[in-house]
């Protein structure tokens, strides 16, 4: 199987670019984020067309996760159990879909940004993560399913090494390149996981967004921040990963690109 996470910046603005990549790639599931469109919003027709089955979560412009597959979709959960809420009175966004593709169960994650160290949304993206790594813990602990194959994917809006971004000087104070968000990150590790693209892709300055403004792409000042971290049942069937750069390229890119994982049948 051949699984791949995008943060596509709007889908229904690069619906175009988002089929042609599944029919040129090959990739039979693909996890994406920031959708920005509610679910009856969604371009689903353009997908099912491609022969793409899709679930959604999407309630408003902002955030929204998809999953698109073409080898099934089964037990959907548009939330992770004690997924945390922002704001005053909290609520729960749309950034986490899970769905069952080809014996895979897969997650498509969209962290929180944090915003400013000194902002709310610093604070609810811990909690976040926290949340994610407790639960996602339970579903291949010995009393939940240690044979699980867990794909956790996604724009997790943190660069785990100095490497992950192309000045760390210029990040001085600034969100994604904390100690705690790191540790948050690395916690997974504890909780069972694997970071597979890391593991097969350990290349420094290897990116997977660059923003639009400054002219970032053209001078290769990006940032790694998507990732997938795999249960042990998953880990040890993925074969190989690829960071599809020439995806930025090019009218109507995104500001991410995809992340390929090659993935083996279970024995």
Not at 91 to 111: D, H, P, Q, T
Not at 195 to 223: C, I, K
Not at 236 to 261: C, F, Q, Y
Request: net charge negative; glycine share 8%.
């Amino acid at each position: 199987m051949r699984l791949a996470t995008w943060n596509v910046n709007s889908v229904r603005t690069r619906v175009d670019r988002v089929i042609a990549f599944l029919e040129r790639s090959g990739t039979d599931v693909l996890a994406m984020q920031e959708t920005k469109c509610k679910d009856e919003q969604f371009p689903r027709e353009a997908f099912e067309a491609a022969g793409y089955e899709v679930v959604t979560s999407g309630f408003s412009q902002w955030n929204g996760v998809a999953i698109a597959s073409r080898v099934g979709i089964t037990d959907v959960e548009h939330a992770f159990a004690g997924q945390p809420g922002f704001g005053e009175e909290p609520v729960v966004e749309a950034r986490a879909l899970g769905a069952s593709c080809g014996g895979v169960r897969v997650w498509s994650l969209y962290i929180p940004n944090g915003r400013e160290i000194d902002d709310p949304h610093f604070t609810y993206k811990l909690r976040w993560l926290e949340a994610l790594r407790t639960e996602a813990g339970r579903w291949i602990a010995d009393d939940g399913d240690p044979a699980l194959p867990v794909a956790l994917v996604g724009d997790w809006n943190v660069a785990p090494l100095d490497t992950d971004v192309w000045d760390i000087g210029v990040f001085a104070g600034r969100t994604h390149v904390t100690p705690a968000e790191r540790d948050a990150f690395a916690a997974f590790a504890s909780a069972g996981y694997t970071e597979v693209s890391r593991e097969h892709l350990p290349a420094e300055h290897t990116y997977t967004y660059w923003d639009y403004q400054q002219l970032r792409f053209p001078r290769n000042e990006g940032m790694r921040i998507d990732f997938t971290w795999a249960s042990p049942a998953l880990a040890v069937r993925v074969t190989g990963v690829e960071i599809d750069r020439n995806e930025r390229k090019g009218k109507g890119a995104s500001d991410h690109v995809p992340v390929i994982l090659d993935i083996a049948d279970a024995a």
